[in-house]
Each structure stands twice: as C-alpha cells, then as structure tokens.
C-alpha cells in the first residue's frame, strides 16, 4: 500500500502557455459506447488518469482488446471479442461513470447486470432517470440491494418521447446510446447538452447513429441497425482548462491555453472576467470554431456571486476551485450549488487554511480574507482535491493534501504542468512498510 500526498508551497504567479488533453468525463463514456461496434476503434487525445484505467479494466473484463499508448494519448479498442454483460461490483464500486456501460450492454445483449453504483459524498446519486427512460423504451429492471438487472421485453414500442425531470448527463448519454441501435424512434425532452454529450453524438454519428438536436434541448434518435467502429478525437477537457485559468487567477499570473474552448466555459468567463481578470479568446478559422482562451490575472480580484446548473451554466464541477479563488477576493461573494446536495466539503478544508466561510445548507457566503495559511488538509473529491492545491499556491508556509487519489482520477498529471508553468507543487509517493500496511488492513471492512 502506498501513503501519497501532494506538497504545495507558496507560489510566485503562473504564467505561460499550456495546452490540456481530452476530456476525462467524454472519454469515459465514449468509451463504453464502442461496445455498440464491433471492431477496431481508436481514440486520440485520451487522458491517462485513474478513472480511464478502470475504464479499460471494465472493457478488458467483458472481453475487449483495449491498448493505450499513453506517450501518444491514442487509445485502440477492439470489441469484437465482447461476450460478457455483467460487471463486476468491485469496479462498479469504484467509479459511477461505469453505470454508463448499461445503455450499450443492453442495445448489444438484450441485457445487462452491473452492481449498483451507490452514493458518494458530492451526493446521493441516484440512477431513477436511466431506469426510467429504459423502461420506457420496452426494458424490464430488477433491482436488488447490490445490483440493478436490465433486460429488453419482447416488444419495444416503434416511438418514445421521454421527458427528463432534470437534464442528467449520465442518464441522457445512457438513453442516447441504447436508442442508437434498433429499429425503433426516441425523443429526448429535456436532454442534457454539456460539451461532453455533444462528443458523445459526434462520436455516435460518426459510427452511422442518426441523431438530430432540435432547439429546447430535444434529441431525436432514429435507431439503426449497425454501427460501425470508428476513429475519433476526443473534446478538450474544459475543467482542466478551467483548473489552469483558477490557478493563475489566483496566484496573479498570466496562462495561455491554446485549444481550449471558450465557448464551452462561457458562463465560467464572464464571471471571471466581473472578477476583473482579462480574458481575450480566439477563433480557428479554418475549422471555423472558437478556440484558444488567455487570462492576464487582475492583482485586486472581486467578490462574485454564482449559482452551479446544468450546461451552459456555471460548472458544478469548477465551483471548489472557484470557491478556493474567491477565499482572497475583495468582499464577500456567494456561491448556490444547485447540481449537488452535498459538494460542500471542501468549505472546511479551505477554513482550515485561514477562509472565511460560511455554509447554509447549499449555499456558501464567503468573506475574502487578506491571507491563506498552509496546514495539512484532505479531499473529499476530485474537484475539492484540485480546490486544495489552488488555495495551497497563495496559502503562507506549506499545505499538505491527502486524498490524492482523488486528484488521480480526475487529472493526467496536472501537477506536472502546474508546477511548468510556476506552481511550487511535488507528488510524493511514500510506500508504507509492512506494519503499516496491517495498521491499516486492521482498519478496512472484511
Ligand atoms: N440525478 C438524479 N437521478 C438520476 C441521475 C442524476 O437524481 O437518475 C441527480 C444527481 O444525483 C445529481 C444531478 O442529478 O445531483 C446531476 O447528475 P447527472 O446525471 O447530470 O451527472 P452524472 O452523469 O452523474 C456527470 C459527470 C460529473 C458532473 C455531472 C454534472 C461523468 C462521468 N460525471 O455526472 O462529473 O459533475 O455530470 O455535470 O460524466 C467530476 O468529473 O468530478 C464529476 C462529478
């Protein structure tokens, strides 16, 4: 077993030019949309973090060929030898995005059996939208404490119009996939349309899916009956752009992020730029979209009011690192999270470090404060972890995050480039010796 933990020291600001990989929550599922193909794909721009090496491991245990050449960041998949729809609960436990293998299972199989993936600390996470939507489309579910049984019913009604309560992400990327194959025509009222969905479709249609997005945030999906496998690259991770920006934010430098995306993080910009930092983006002209976002930092930042919502509003998942930013902001700011009933944890890590904040249930006030101070702090998530090591930049003396594993799953050595572009940042990996190790076997559930 293994103690690791970030160091971060008081750091001079940020400043250069930096370009980010793929994104992590679009690779996940575009990776288990290749179990609708059957053949070789392959994927550019994928992220090594901790959550795609599961990914691989799922996609490897229900038979696929899976090589990732992570020098290259291109990743060959092979799922003609896929013969399995059932995975297991130890890598279910680990990861939520895996219940996203179930829309394809069941459109390959006719039938899927995952472990339930459970709640986690940001919240309860419920999974009652996809199950919804499945048994909608003609899909029986059985659920018993530890697994969730899907199964395709003989008839499957020709239309479907599935109305949404909320525009989940998993959920809509679930039914997108299922409708995809099959003969049958899905409406998807209310669907979500973050930047990472929007790689899921292109990805889809690129394999033949026909899928058209009307205005109102409805999708239309006209079942086939194959699809083809596929080469594709992957969007550019918009939350690691936004962790790069939040860093020189905060630390009062200058970041140039050559394919980020601006109009992905719109909401995220304006307010930074009511912060007072300056932002210009660019257009790729030949591919004719926006593209390329720099952020000179303001040395006087303000206090800001957000409220976190579904794309294109403010990014629930960019909340604790914006939160971190505002800690040193002049006045007070307010952040409502509306995504989450529980992403607030990082609130007590960060008034550890010196943070005026108060919580009311999903709403925090924050009273900017003259200084941070470094102490020993621990992430409850991958966005609180990254909230940590931003406050840790501007925080006196040295902060000390554990939960490193968090930061792992969410990022392909973040700390790495940071550390390029200025940051005082080490991860240090300490083996624990034997007795150490039974310490903490003693401790863990049989
Ligand atoms: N919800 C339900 N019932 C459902 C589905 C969702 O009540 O059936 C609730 C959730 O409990 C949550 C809210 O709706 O409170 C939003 O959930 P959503 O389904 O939209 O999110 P998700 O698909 O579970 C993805 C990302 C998250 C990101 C959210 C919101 C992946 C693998 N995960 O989760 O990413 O926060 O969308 O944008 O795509 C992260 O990367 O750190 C992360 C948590």
């Not at 905060?250 to 909401?267: K, Q, Y």
């Not at 409220?307 to 930013?325: E, H």
Request: glycine letters at 8%; a negative charge; one cysteine or more.
């Amino acid at each position: 077993m293994t103690n690791d933990y970030i160091l971060i020291k008081k750091s001079s600001p940020l400043n250069g030019t930096v370009e980010i990989l793929g994104a992590k929550n679009a690779v996940l599922v575009i990776m288990t949309s290749l179990i609708l193909t059957d053949g070789v794909s392959v994927l550019e721009n994928v992220p090594n973090n901790a959550d795609v090496q599961l990914m691989i491991k799922l996609l490897q245990d229900l038979g696929a060929l899976v090589e990732f050449d992570v020098r290259e960041k291109s990743m060959r998949v092979d799922t003609s030898g896929i013969n399995a729809y059932e995975v297991k609960p130890e890598i279910m436990n680990k990861m939520r995005a895996s219940i996203l293998v179930m829309g394809p299972l069941l459109a390959r199989f006719g039938k899927a059996k995952v472990a339930f993936p459970g709640g986690d600390l940001i919240g309860l996470r419920p999974i009652n939208y996809h199950l919804e939507g499945f048994k909608q489309l003609g899909v029986s579910v059985q659920l018993s404490d530890l697994f969730v049984e899907v199964q395709l019913s003989t008839s499957q009604p020709p239309y479907t119009r599935i109305a949404l309560e909320y525009p989940s992400v998993g959920a809509t990327e679930n039914l997108l996939m299922f409708a995809s194959l099959g003969n049958n025509e899905t409406v998807i009222i209310n669907a979500a349309l973050e930047p990472e969905v929007l790689d899921l479709i292109a990805i889809l249609q690129k394999m033949g899916a026909h899928i058209q997005i009307l205005p109102g945030a409805i999708i239309i999906i006209k079942g086939v009956g194959r699809l083809k496998p596929v080469h594709h690259t992957i969007v550019p991770d918009r939350l690691e752009a936004g962790a790069l920006l939040l860093a020189t934010a905060i630390t009062g430098g200058s970041l140039t992020i050559p394919n980020a995306r601006p109009d992905h993080l719109d909401v995220f910009l304006d307010k930074l730029k009511k912060m007072g930092h300056h932002i210009t983006t660019g257009f790729d002209c030949a591919e004719r979209i926006p593209q390329g976002i720099t952020l000179r930092a303001t040395q006087h930042p303000q206090a800001i009011s957000i409220k976190t919502g579904p794309y294109p509003g403010f990014p629930t998942d960019l909340q604790p690192s914006m939160m971190a930013a505002l800690c040193l902001a002049e006045g007070t700011s307010t952040i409502e999270e509306t995504v989450y009933e529980n992403r607030m944890l990082h609130t007590k890590e960060l008034a550890k470090m010196g943070a005026q904040i108060t919580v009311n249930g999903t709403i925090a006030t924050i009273r900017g404060v003259e200084a941070l101070y470094g102490c020993d702090v621990i992430a409850s998530d991958i966005r609180a972890s990254c909230a940590l090591v931003l406050a840790g930049f501007v925080a006196f003396g040295q902060t000390k995050m554990t939960g490193v594993h968090h930061w792992k799953r969410g990022y392909d050595q973040l700390e790495v480039k940071l550390s390029a572009l200025g940051g005082n940042i080490q991860l240090i990996h300490e083996e624990l010796n034997v007795s150490e190790n039974q310490k903490i076997a003693q401790t863990l559930p049989s």
